[in-house]
């Protein structure tokens, strides 16, 4: 098995390279990335010969079990980690240069709202920090509540608010500042089914309108079946890619399209590299 994971990881440097080589600049550029924290007795390995490219306008989902490296990776992308070695571009610069150019809005596991500010003064938080004039900043707050289907609760306050809509809040807050990338880290994973799916079908809506790169942790097969048009599986820490999955589902697709078999065979080959990721040995690596 071993064998074959090596075979299937050989492919990811050489999509980064063909992207190189159609002067495309990717929206991010992983390239021999590996990250080691040090602790006060053993170090730990978190990520391990990561190679990536992620076009410009694709949705890409992460997935694999706890504590792999997705969240990990997606903070080194963010300029929220520093990697112990390799390369990580983001628009062709460094992620430092990205985050000082406001390129990215980071949506997290919780909403992280402030109760005593209302929704819009939430979302217009960045933009008072970076100094935005007022009408600007209210402009710009309901150009993102319509987008994330809030208009009419601008003065009500996150305590008033289900959890879905508070991370709709969230997700509104991170788009404020008009970034390139949309990272998303799990923000749909304390949500009930009912509502996960609402909001999957909502947040397609918003990346077709708005035509972002998105980067999404799950660890739901499903849910980043439905969303992606690309899957990254990770195996256990360290975090290596086992598999990058192009999806062939139409962009345009509602929760019914998990009843054919085309989106079966896209979750089996996800279960599959899965289950291949944990047959590493940690002695080997």
Not at 238 to 252: E, K
């Amino acid at each position: 098995m071993a064998v074959a994971l090596e075979e299937r990881n050989v492919t990811v440097p050489a999509e980064t390279s063909s992207a190189a080589a159609s002067g495309v600049t990717p929206a991010v550029d992983i390239t021999g990335v590996n990250l080691v924290f040090q602790t006060a007795d053993t170090p730990v390995y978190a990520l391990a010969d990561v190679n990536l490219s992620i076009n410009r306008g694709e949705f890409v989902s992460f997935i694999g079990p706890s504590g792999c490296g997705k969240t990990t990776l997606l903070r080194v992308i963010a300029d929220l980690q520093q990697v112990s070695s390799g390369q990580v571009l983001v628009n062709g610069v460094s992620p430092q240069t990205a985050r000082l150019d406001r390129a990215y809005g980071y949506v997290f596991q919780a909403p992280a709202l402030y109760p005593w500010r209302s929704v819009q003064r939430n979302i217009t938080l960045p933009l008072e920090i970076i100094g935005l004039p007022k009408a600007e900043r209210l402009a710009r707050a309901r150009r993102v509540l319509e987008l994330v289907n809030l208009t009419g609760f601008e003065q009500k306050f996150p305590w008033q608010l289900s959890g879905g809509m508070q991370q709709r809040v969230s997700i509104a807050r991170a788009l404020s500042v008009d970034p390139e990338l949309l990272l998303m880290d799990e923000p749909f994973g304390a949500l009930d089914e009912i509502i996960r799916d609402h909001l999957n079908e909502q947040l397609l809506d918003l990346w077709r309108r708005t035509r972002k790169t998105l980067l999404f942790v799950t660890h739901s097969i499903p849910e980043a079946v439905f969303l992606s048009t690309k899957i990254v599986v990770m195996s256990p820490r360290p975090g290596r890619i086992i598999d990058v999955i192009d999806s062939n589902l139409p962009r345009d697709r509602k929760l019914d399209i998990r009843e054919t078999p085309e989106f079966a065979a896209i979750a089996h080959r996800v279960r599959e590299g899965l289950r291949a990721g944990h047959s590493y040995d940690d002695h080997q690596l």
